[in-house]
């Protein structure tokens, strides 16, 4: 049963690719659901089995490879941990694969997007069972390129190009960094299987190796480079540009990447790797400072956008920050309970954002909206229940989780988790503005399209497959953070046992709970103030014609915030464009059209070539000439004998040189007349 949870998504990739075209457009998408809903009703009986019977699976299923001392079978290992993230991936999978049905119904190649969305489903299954280093990295790679593939779906579009490739290389640096902790883990512990390597973390804690006269602790070199390849794909500041890109998929693909599986595999990483990081409490540090400037940073660049889909992608990597950070002050059951609660919420908003794009002639700029609420009600609903829950309203999903972390952040009374607590704080402000001026521009405001555009919107609504998913994902988005609260990161709860690894000295629970009330309260009254000052200066702003003479000093702020802080333009400048540089003058020149070809096949074959010609002057077929050659050989050879045998490789060069370039340009008719 548990190996066909993760083949199922596999197999409906598979016959909905080389069968659909058989099967039809309706059942191949059809045959692909039924799989999905398949591994979920299993994943769901999984999830009881050990979240109440505490039965952790592990299966040794075959042998995969044999090098050395490596040996690396098929390891599928099904904790608490990995039944949490089955539900969530494989129940988002589900609800945008029925949401794709309407969506994507007038594409000509339907059946391609399934098989894509299915494949991507079943590498993050194996990502999340994977029992040793090589099969998570197998799973890993497999998600980055199933977004390569669908961010770049329609291939015909050049942005669409550009940003898949933007992905695919921005999140090879993050590749890269975790390739580098696998290589360190192997070599310190001669082993890539999670049980071993977490094991034997607490015999290498205090072991040191020199690096050019500087002492670098093991642990910190692994939990460092394991913490770049979550950069990379989680999108925390510095690897983030390809978040925002992404968006040129189409809008399910957005909601599965953003909401339950790439950009969630960097943040399981971490949790999966509790022991390692435990244990380095210098990354630790670094983790909380990185995911603080990721929520602050994004919540700023998601004030003024304009595109909707923007908007929501940068509050994914808001929210991502948050994961981060609470995850450096090692509460990683409360960084898994936002992810969890995130995926729902994150989810829905980007479903409701399809939503209005559909329906609104594929329209994404919100400045072109206005005036949906009556024409469009239920989406209207939607996005206010999403949006109060990606704010942390009380009561709904989100605020049960992201309030927490928060709180934890003020516990830990140092100066670094006060100082994330304050950034994370400010960045509820910024949330709830831009969430609320999201609303505003869309449903709120007077409209601002073409009356065609609007002549026959009411019909969207009655969209079956659409509704049903944006239902279920709307109650869940609700209710399932109240529900799941104590399950998750309640005093008592033995849900985890063995699959996180917090030391007692790092659990700041229990402290959290003695805070001042005016420290829990504060992120509320934040949000509300950014909800109350967003609508106001909307308000006056779109009805009074107010103008607010930005000065010089607001007008550079504006482009700042606008154009994402200029991290694309500094990194075109600096690193594109110089890389491109480098490329060309360099490797491709240089060492491609110089060295390589010079002593490589081509320059070889040419050498030999003109050295040929070269000895073809000999042979000019008149006696005489042989006469010289021969004699004047005799005196070359008597020479090498009666001299000195260290240097005969110089005299044979030089004679070498004698008959390549001398006898070429020789007037043969000067010396024998």
């Known amino acids: 049963m548990e190996i066909l949870i ?16 058989f099967l039809g457009n309706f059942y191949a998408c059809f045959l692909t659901i039924f799989l999905i809903v398949m591994s979920l009703f299993f994943s769901v009986y999984l999830f009881f089995i050990i979240g109440f019977f505490h039965n952790n699976i592990v299966i040794d299923f075959l042998s995969w490879f044999f090098v050395y001392n490596l040996k690396i079978n098929w390891l599928f290992l099904f904790d608490s941990l990995t039944a949490i993230m089955l539900i969530v991936v494989l129940f988002i999978s589900l609800c945008v ?16 997007f399934f098989s894509y969305l299915s494949l991507f489903t079943f590498f993050m299954l194996m990502l999340i069972t994977a029992g040793n280093f090589i099969q998570l990295f197998l799973g890993w790679e497999g998600v980055g390129v199933c977004s390569y593939l669908l961010i770049n779906f329609w291939f015909t579009r050049k942005q669409a190009n550009k940003s898949a490739i933007k992905a695919m290389i921005v999140n090879r640096i993050g590749d890269l960094g975790l390739l580098l902790g696998i290589f360190f883990i192997y070599w310190f512990f001669n082993s ?48 983030h540009v390809w978040l925002p890109d992404a968006m040129e998929g189409p809008t399910p693909v957005s909601a599965l990447i953003h909401a339950a599986t790439m950009v969630t595999a960097g943040i399981f990483l971490i949790i999966r790797c509790s022991p390692i990081f435990e244990y380095s409490s210098f990354v630790l540090s670094f983790i909380t400072v990185v995911g603080s400037l990721t929520a602050f940073f994004a919540a700023t660049v998601g004030l003024l956008q304009n595109d909707i889909k923007k908007v929501i992608a940068y509050s994914t990597c808001s929210q991502l920050g948050y994961m981060v950070f609470c995850c450096g002050l090692s509460s990683y059951n409360v960084a898994l309970f936002h992810l969890y609660n995130h995926a729902f919420f994150k989810a829905l908003l980007f479903l409701g954002a399809g939503s209005i794009i559909h329906a609104i002639s594929n329209e994404q700029d919100m400045r072109l909206f206005g005036g949906l609420i009556k024409l469009l009600p239920f989406t209207y609903i939607v996005m206010l229940i999403g949006s ?28 670094v988790g006060v100082f994330c607590y304050w950034l994370g704080v400010i960045s509820v402000f910024f949330t709830a503005f831009y969430s609320f001026r999201l609303l505003y521009l869309t449903f709120w405001s007077s409209p601002k399209n073409f009356y065609k555009n609007y002549e026959f919107l009411g019909n969207h609504e009655s969209l079956n497959y659409i509704f049903f998913s944006l239902f279920i ?21 033995d849900f985890f046992e063995n699959s996180l690894k917090i030391l007692p000295s790092h659990n700041l629970q229990i402290f959290s709970e003695f805070l ?83 002593f ?36 070359i050879f008597i020479f090498l004998l009666t001299g000195f045998f260290s240097f005969f490789y110089i005299k044979l060069f030089i004679i070498n040189i004698y008959f390549i370039f001398f006898l070429k340009h020789i007037n043969r008719k000067f010396f024998f007349i």
């Not at 993760?6 to 075209?21: A, E, N, V």
């Not at 029925?98 to 059946?111: A, T, V």
Request: glycine share 8%.
């Open 97 to 112: 694969h029925i949401y794709s049905m309407e969506y994507m119904k007038g594409d000509p190649h339907i059946i391609r």
């Open 388 to 415: 109060l829950s990606l704010i942390g309203f009380p009561f709904l999903t989100g605020f049960y989780s992201k309030d927490v972390i928060l709180e934890l952040a003020a516990s830990s009374f140092t100066f």
């Open 600 to 635: 490589g096949p081509t320059g070889l074959s040419k050498i030999f070539y003109n050295l040929s010609n070269n000895y073809i002057i000999i042979h000019s077929g008149y006696i005489y000439h042989y006469i010289f050659i021969m004699i004047g050989s005799s005196v």
């Open 6 to 21: 993760i083949f199922f998504p596999l197999l409906g990739s598979f016959f909905s690719l080389f069968f659909g075209k």
């Open 473 to 493: 994902l709307c109650v869940l988005s609700i209710f399932i953070g109240y529900l799941s609260k104590d399950f998750f990161i309640g005093f008592g709860t």
């Open 192 to 239: 890539l299987d999670f049980f071993v390597v977490f094991s034997l973390i607490s015999f290498v804690n205090f072991e040191f190796n020199n690096f050019c006269g500087i002492s670098f602790s093991l642990l910190n070199i692994i939990s460092f480079f394991l913490f770049v390849g979550a950069m990379g794909k989680s999108a925390q500041v510095g690897l």
């Open 516 to 598: 001042p009330i005016y420290i829990k309260l504060l992120p509320f009254f934040f949000s509300l103030m950014g909800m109350c000052l967003s609508l106001i200066l909307h308000f006056f702003y779109y009805y009074y014609q107010i103008n607010l003479n930005l000065n010089s000093l607001g007008n550079y702020l504006y482009k700042l915030v606008n154009q994402r802080w200029f991290f694309d333009i500094i990194f075109n400048y600096f690193f594109v464009k110089k890389g491109l540089i480098f490329g060309y003058k360099v490797c491709f020149k240089l060492i491609d059209k110089g060295f390589i070809e010079f």
